[in-house]
């Protein structure tokens, strides 16, 4: 089936460090993903759609200057944390359309971003 | 925007049926999903419906849509302790092309 790879899995950094977040569709091409994030035990809350050669779309609230998005090619969307802050620590999670079927949005596994 | 209800916490024998309840706001909701997610993982895709059907049936998982009450459930039958977990209905509109709508899960937990 679909594969959403996410990488890493799992980062702890530094207050103040810059980190990327790399989500690939593995045997699909995804005109758009979209991050999420999760705080703990509690729901997954869209943060932006990526979508591959334009600008992403931030939801309310969300600053788009914090939370860079790249969508250079049709397998893979990056998200950097800007200048992290220990309040970042969170669970991001990306999906992604396939564009050439009508399947449901497919997740990464997650990563987990812990800032000291 | 839309909002999703769903209880949080759900407690059932093992072998008896589970059944999650989730309710939305937004009428034009075209893609209607069950995730799962256990304890440190990512989420894990269990079934989903279109708008335009009543139910869809996979294995031991049935999911009921009721879209005048804008009602949506995932039955678990003969529930094992594998199935302890936090389940999340979520529902998209567009198309199925926008990010979607999460309810706050609903926590399994399973009794011997």
């Known amino acids: 089936g679909a594969v959403v790879s996410q990488h890493p899995s799992w980062v702890i950094c530094k207050s103040g460090t810059s980190v990327k977040i790399e989500c690939r569709s593995l045997?699909?091409?995804?005109?758009?993903m979209f991050w999420y994030r999760q705080f703990p035990k509690q729901s997954l809350m869209l943060m932006a759609t990526?979508?591959?050669?334009?600008?992403?779309?931030?939801e309310q609230g969300v600053e788009k200057d914090k939370f860079l998005i790249n969508h250079a090619s049709l397998t893979l969307s990056t998200l950097t944390v800007t200048s992290a802050h220990p309040e970042d620590s969170s669970f991001y999670i990306c999906?992604?359309?396939?564009?050439?079927?009508?399947?449901?949005?497919?997740f990464g596994d997650g990563t987990r971003l812990s800032i000291l | 925007g839309e909002d999703v209800e769903q209880s949080l916490f759900l407690s059932v024998r093992e072998g008896d049926s589970s059944v999650i309840n989730c309710t939305y706001t937004?009428?034009?909701?075209?893609?209607l999903y069950w995730y799962k997610q256990e304890p440190g993982a990512g989420l894990q895709l269990l079934t989903y419906?279109?708008?335009?059907?009543d139910m869809k049936q996979d294995q031991r998982l049935t999911v009921l849509l009721n879209k005048k009450d804008k009602h949506l459930s995932l039955r678990i039958a003969d529930t094992q302790t594998g199935d302890s977990a936090i389940y999340f209905c979520?529902?998209?509109?567009?198309?199925?092309?926008?990010?979607?709508?999460f309810g706050k899960g609903t926590h399994l937990i399973i009794q011997p």
């Open positions: 937004d009428s034009s909701s075209t893609y």
């Open positions: 419906i279109f708008s335009n059907m």
């Open positions: 045997d699909f091409q995804a005109t758009t």
């Open positions: 990526s979508n591959e050669g334009s600008k992403a779309t931030y």
């Open positions: 979520a529902v998209s509109s567009g198309g199925g092309a926008d990010g979607l709508t």
């Open positions: 999906s992604a359309l396939d564009q050439n079927s009508n399947q449901p949005q497919h």
